[in-house]
């Protein structure tokens, strides 16, 4: 009897023999008080293989759940690759590029495309794609086109470059609404934390070729403000041009130092502004409004519209070296996608009316678009009488400091009341002057 015992832990322990590394068991077989010892150890083994059975049993639902989660992104990822076959050859590409290549300023939406195919077809390092998304964000910062924007920042994220997506952006993340919805007493700030998370995880960072200190400055970027550029520190205006390199190796800058000689132009400007509901964003760089279709400017009878108004304190422009108090410039853009700003300098003095209705409705903190109710405004009423101004071909004047924007300042400035300039949420937000290389101004 003793002997059959002995025999059955003895194979029990041969089982978990592999496990605990025992290849001198038989030399054992005598001694009955290791029995006891063996015993306990091919239970330990038995229970061990028990875990791990378990375990492998968990990771298989969990794997086949993720099977069922990834089942529709399949059938996207296929569609994609479908894409992406069709646009190896690099002849679609060729052809479009053949096509834009006549025309001088594309549109936001043309550039995305761009962006769009170059990656599809030379892939995500590719730099041509990223300039092209640089630009169509410059060009849509300009209007009111979130599809526009997000393309190109999604594009930018997944080029690996280090870009902050707006939150509008992102897709939808499903899973920490559930996880909010399952706790509905959950605080605002637990909340919040949930989306922040959410964001950090799905911007497209991940997948990008991020070196971890890009990353961390993201991040800081998310806590903050999405920014990564500003009128002052490590990412001021000395520094644009290491991510923007127009900023820095145009020469065709704005603003500048307006000073003679001029020369005589005949140029003939007029605007043709309306009143329309007013649409006010704070983009962390300034106070922007929004205009809606309508209002125009005309060069020579060349219709331009006017996208948008925002302000700089001081003025950017100086004029034979001095500042002005604030400037607004007025931003409008062609059919064919030319850019002209005109600059109104305001000079400190009365009270500005016009700005008193914008300033009562401003967002103080960096936000998306707000539209005050039954609020109307002209953008018109910022403009003097007189129309004589200063012209001279340069460039927007925050990154990417795209060229090739006309200018027009007028001669004649605009009151603000030193209140309404301290009023103004960003201290200082002005691009130094830049060099004139050669450049003609010239004056009506
Ligand atoms: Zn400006």
Redesign the pocket.
């Known amino acids: 009897m003793k002997r059959t015992i002995v025999e059955v832990i003895l194979a029990l322990a041969l089982i978990g023999a592999g496990a605990f590394g025992w290849t001198n068991w038989k030399g054992n077989q005598k001694a009955t008080g290791q029995l006891t010892e063996l015993k306990a150890a091919s239970e330990e083994a038995t229970k061990a293989v028990g875990e791990k059975e378990a375990a492998i049993k968990a990771a298989e639902e969990e794997m086949s759940a993720l099977r069922e989660e990834m089942a529709p992104l399949e059938g996207q990822a296929q569609q994609l690759a479908a894409v992406k076959a069709a646009m190896a050859n690099g002849i679609t590409l060729t052809d479009l590029e053949a096509a834009y290549k006549s025309q001088k300023n594309l549109s936001a939406e043309r550039q995305v495309g761009l962006g769009a195919l170059r990656m599809l077809t030379k892939g995500a390092d590719d730099p041509v794609a990223v300039e092209a998304f640089r630009k169509a964000l410059k060009a849509s910062e300009l209007g009111d086109r979130k599809n526009t924007i997000c393309a190109a920042q999604i594009g930018l994220a997944a080029a690996g470059e280090k870009i902050a997506i707006l939150p509008e952006c992102l897709p939808k993340p499903a899973k920490v609404k559930e996880a909010k919805e399952d706790k509905g007493e959950k605080s605002g700030a637990e909340e919040k934390s949930a989306e922040k998370d959410a964001h950090s995880k799905d911007d497209g960072h991940d997948h990008g070729k991020d070196d971890g200190k890009g990353k961390a400055e993201e991040k800081g970027g998310h806590e903050k403000k999405a920014v990564h550029w500003s009128y002052e520190g490590d990412m001021g205006p000395e520094r644009w041009g290491k991510e923007f390199p127009t900023c820095a190796k145009g020469k065709s800058q704005s603003p500048l130092d307006i000073r003679g000689p001029f020369v005589k132009t005949r140029t003939v400007v007029t605007t043709d502004y309306k009143e329309g509901p007013l649409k006010m964003v704070n983009n962390g760089h300034t106070i922007q409004v929004n205009v809606p279709a309508g209002s125009k400017l005309r060069i020579d009878g060349i219709a331009y519209d006017l996208l948008q108004f925002?302000f700089?304190r001081p003025s950017?422009e100086k004029i034979d070296g001095k500042p002005m108090a604030m400037v607004v410039?007025f931003v409008h853009k062609n059919a064919e996608g030319k850019l002209a700003v005109v600059g109104v300098l305001l000079k400190e003095g009365n009270e500005n009316p016009g700005i008193k209705t914008l300033w009562a409705n401003m967002p103080m903190e960096e936000g998306p678009e707000v539209t005050p109710e039954g609020v109307n405004f002209n953008p018109a009423n910022l403009l003097p009488r007189e129309f004589d101004f200063y012209s001279y071909e340069g460039s927007l004047?925050t990154p990417p400091c795209t060229e090739g924007v006309r200018f027009f300042i007028l001669k004649t400035t605009v009151n603000v009341a030193k209140e309404q300039v301290a009023a103004f949420p960003f201290k200082r937000n002005a691009r130094p002057v830049q060099e004139l290389n050669g450049r003609e101004i010239s004056t009506n």
Do not use: F, K
Request: no cysteine; charged share 20%.
């Open positions: 925002h700089h950017e410039h004047t």
